[in-house]
């Protein structure tokens, strides 16, 4: 079965600074995605980045970055220049190639952003 | 745009009494989700339906039901509530012709089970 493994419960950043959340994942499927959610206290599920893995290529989107590392299984998220708003909990998803939505997640990261 | 609504949003019920939650999207999304958030756990899969009149269960599915007469609807029924099903339940679709696309995620349902 597949695992997800996000070994920092919380971390904090000053605002403006830029702040990595860690992840690591265990498959023996070589089709599949990754994904980063944010959940604001809201609880709203937010979708902020996604990777396939067959692309070598890191995703990224606007101040959000993934760092891949597919043999390592690894899928770190960079976040640049973080603000208020970026305060919540991320979580990190994997999802199988052939599942439609079948997603298993990680235990999540608190973030906290300092002014 | 109205996506996935969930109902009730808060909901405090006794142990041993019937709750059914209900979703409804818009987007008539063939794969539909119910997952549950516990502290410590992530989200964790508890059903999902392919079609309609299709449905599976996923990681965590005992003490509950689900149904889906109709695309757009998949209420999840706990059939005598315990405190240990006490949770934020969140249902979720995805098309089904393309494999890598996004999820989309209801707002969640709170229960309090006591």
């Known amino acids: 079965a597949q695992t997800v493994t996000q070994s920092q419960p919380e971390m904090s950043v000053q605002e403006a600074e830029t702040v990595t959340l860690s992840c690591t994942y265990d498959?023996?499927?070589?089709?599949?995605?990754l994904f980063w959610y944010k959940q604001p206290p809201s609880r709203q599920m937010i979708l902020v980045i996604r990777q396939e893995a067959y692309k070598q290529q890191n995703a990224t989107e606007n101040r959000f970055s993934v760092n891949f590392q597919k043999a390592a299984k690894s899928f770190s998220l960079k976040i640049s220049d973080s603000q208020l708003g970026d305060a919540a909990m991320y979580f990190c998803?994997?999802?199988?190639?052939?599942?439609?939505?079948?997603?298993?997640f990680g235990q999540g990261t608190i973030l906290t952003v300092h002014p | 745009d109205a996506g996935i609504t969930q109902s009730p949003r808060y909901k405090i019920t006794e142990t041993g009494r019937q709750v059914t939650l209900m979703c409804h999207q818009t987007w008539s999304h063939s794969y539909m989700f119910w997952y549950r958030q516990d502290l410590g756990h992530g989200l964790r899969l508890i059903y999902y339906?392919?079609?309609?009149?299709?449905?599976d269960k996923g990681e965590v599915p005992d003490g509950y039901v689900v149904s889906r007469s109709k695309t757009e609807n998949f209420p999840l029924t706990l059939e005598s509530a315990t405190r240990s099903q006490t949770s934020v339940y969140f249902c979720?679709?995805?098309?089904?012709?393309?494999?890598?696309?996004?999820?989309?995620f209801g707002e969640g349902s709170w229960l309090t089970v006591v």
């Open positions: 339906s392919a079609a309609a009149d299709i449905t």
């Open positions: 498959t023996s499927e070589s089709d599949y995605y």
């Open positions: 979720a679709s995805s098309e089904s012709q393309i494999i890598g696309n996004t999820i989309y």
């Open positions: 998803a994997y999802k199988k190639g052939t599942s439609y939505g079948k997603l298993t």
